[in-house]
């Protein structure tokens, strides 16, 4: 049973457009999200995070949207740029108390072409 | 310190052999994670330490596996008699255990041993 879903297995978009990814969760225990960055041949890299308590994170060209009521979140990049072009992976935490971490929950990744 | 280092990149082995990979977190990282990727999801837990203590595994982590982190630094996931289906790229993560509010996400990934059994 997947917790984390990213239905767009890829997506394409114009350099100097917005790209928007998505992502959708079952668990309403999960209290935090993530957006990772993956290049080929490199691990996954932290890009962005949000709390539940808020709906929106901003970073430079990097927005994330928290709809808890619709178990929904999205990335938002704008402008997109070739160099953008990497898989992300959604992910949602949630606290265990039992062993005192945040335990990290991964969805299956979108991976994002811009092309020039 | 550049980050988490995986040693070996790449590891093909035949059925039933034993494999062993090992990894060097950033030094002040407390915390740290092993995940295995296969093709088209994502990262999949398997095991968690803090220091040197494995709090938590994965049911993910048959019998066959194993995982050791002494003295809290490097630590080594060994796959013993290794089965086609363990084919997948093992990826380790560190972090640093948050302290007061801060909530302890951000983990450090590493580049990833690609294991592929004949």
């Known amino acids: 049973d997947q917790q984390v879903k990213q239905n767009s297995p890829s997506l394409s978009v114009q350099e100097g457009r917005i790209s928007i990814l998505n992502c959708d969760y079952t668990?309403?225990?999960?209290?935090?999200f993530l957006w990772y960055k993956k290049y080929p041949a490199e691990g996954p890299t932290f890009l962005i995070s949000?709390?539940?308590?808020?709906d929106k994170n901003e970073d430079g060209r990097f927005t994330v949207f928290l709809n808890k009521s619709a178990k929904h979140l999205s990335l938002h990049i704008v402008p997109s740029q070739p160099g953008d072009s990497a898989v992300y992976f959604c992910?949602?935490?949630?606290?265990?108390?039992?062993?005192?971490?945040?335990?990290?929950?991964f969805g299956p990744g979108t991976s994002l072409s811009v092309i020039p | 310190d550049t980050g988490v280092s995986q040693n070996p990149r790449h590891k093909i082995t035949k059925r039933g052999q034993n494999v062993t990979f090992r990894c060097d977190p950033i030094s002040e990282h407390n915390r740290l994670y092993w995940y295995r990727q296969t093709l088209g999801q994502g990262p999949e837990f398997l095991t968690y330490f803090q220091n040197e203590a494995q709090l938590e595994k994965s049911r993910l982590l048959s019998d066959r596996f194993s995982a050791e982190r002494p003295k809290g630094s490097f630590s080594t996931l060994e796959i013993q008699r290794t089965e086609q289906g363990d084919s997948a790229m093992y990826l380790c993560a560190s972090s640093l255990e948050a302290r007061g509010r801060t909530r302890d996400n951000e983990q450090f990934f590493g580049p990833g041993t690609r294991l592929t059994v004949l």
């Open positions: 949000i709390s539940s308590i808020k």
């Open positions: 668990n309403s225990m999960f209290d935090y």
């Open positions: 992910a949602a935490s949630h606290f265990d108390m039992k062993t005192s971490y945040d335990k990290v929950i």
